[in-house]
């Protein structure tokens, strides 16, 4: 499982964030979907493979994470939603804690989560009351959830800073082959440049596949830059190991012959001198995730 309810705040945790958490409680996590208890799988520095969740004993009837991977597959290729709506549980907005939202131009605060609750059902009926909607607390179970649902890209989305209310139109995709002014602030992607990336005292540099091109030369790519002065070291370790896992995921996928691409995720703020660059200010507001991006 990519994410798991925490026992103690309620709070929905994605798996990476088993690498900043710390000391990481292997009892402390549930399955978001029937509260079977969830084991946290290769979080330490030495395991290569992205963090996990387990069901080591199963799930309870019913539960919809346990659907996911079907579900996913069959989104892959057509729209799941039905008359009576969508049939799994999705993340319906961001929710930034003991933060400011970045690039929020009317600095609205986060609203805390009002169902961030726990329940504790294990049968049928109960089940039917837990949470569709949940609150991300990084960009990352978003993005997945725009890859695994192209064709439901409607669904309802919140993400601080960002005036739009749906998968669609919260995600931007970076022009290809122009460097342009962004009016709004949206969730940025683009494909990665795995030869390209700055890592220093100061920051972050990591550049992209699109922008300016001269004679089938990308002369003006697009670049994300983290300043990251500021940052703990084990702030810095989770985007660099994101960063670093991905690369090997890409790796993978290339052997494989798969079309899978490295795409680099962020809200950031657009550089008002240099338009190439973007600053993003937050650990939370960037991640990578190696898919086929569909365009249905
Ligand atoms: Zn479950």
């Given at each position: 499982m990519e994410s798991a309810r925490d026992k103690r705040?309620?709070?929905?945790?994605?798996?990476?964030?088993?690498?900043?958490?710390?000391?990481?409680?292997p009892m402390g996590y549930e399955c978001r979907g029937c509260s079977a208890q969830a084991t946290p799988c290769s979080y330490r520095p030495e395991n290569k493979v992205r963090p996990y969740f387990s069901a080591k004993d199963g799930h309870n009837a019913g539960c919809d994470v346990e659907g996911e991977v079907a579900l996913v597959k069959r989104a892959r290729k057509q729209r799941v939603t039905i008359r009576e709506g969508f049939p799994g549980s999705f993340p319906n907005r961001l929710v930034l804690r003991d933060t400011r939202p970045v690039s929020?131009?009317?600095?609205?605060?986060?609203?805390?989560?009002?169902?961030?609750?726990?329940?504790?059902?294990?049968?049928?009926?109960?089940?039917?009351c837990r949470n569709r909607h949940w609150a991300a607390q990084t960009i990352r179970p978003i993005c997945r959830t725009f890859i695994n649902y192209p064709f439901d890209r409607d669904l309802p989305l919140v993400v601080p800073g960002v005036t739009a209310d749906t998968y669609q139109h919260v995600f931007r995709s970076l022009k290809s082959d122009q460097v342009i002014q962004y009016p709004e602030p949206r969730l940025f992607y683009a494909p990665i440049s795995w030869k390209a990336s700055i890592a220093d005292d100061d920051r972050l540099e990591i550049q992209l596949s699109y922008g300016e091109w001269k004679e089938r030369k990308l002369t003006r790519p697009y670049r994300?830059?983290?300043?990251?002065?500021?940052?703990?070291?084990?702030?810095?370790?989770?985007?660099?190991?994101e960063i670093e896992t991905a690369r090997s995921e890409y790796m993978t996928a290339k052997k494989r012959g798969d079309k899978e691409k490295g795409w680099l995720f962020f809200i950031g703020r657009q550089d008002e001198s240099d338009s190439t660059l973007f600053h993003v200010d937050d650990h939370r507001l960037v991640c990578c995730v190696v898919n086929e991006v569909i365009y249905p």
């Open positions: 705040t309620g709070e929905i945790v994605d798996a990476e964030q088993l690498w900043i958490i710390n000391p990481v409680d929020s131009p009317d600095g609205s605060p986060t609203a805390p989560s009002s169902d961030g609750g726990r329940r504790t059902g294990s049968n049928g009926s109960s089940e039917r994300v830059r983290m300043d990251w002065t500021d940052w703990s070291a084990a702030k810095r370790n989770y985007v660099s190991r």
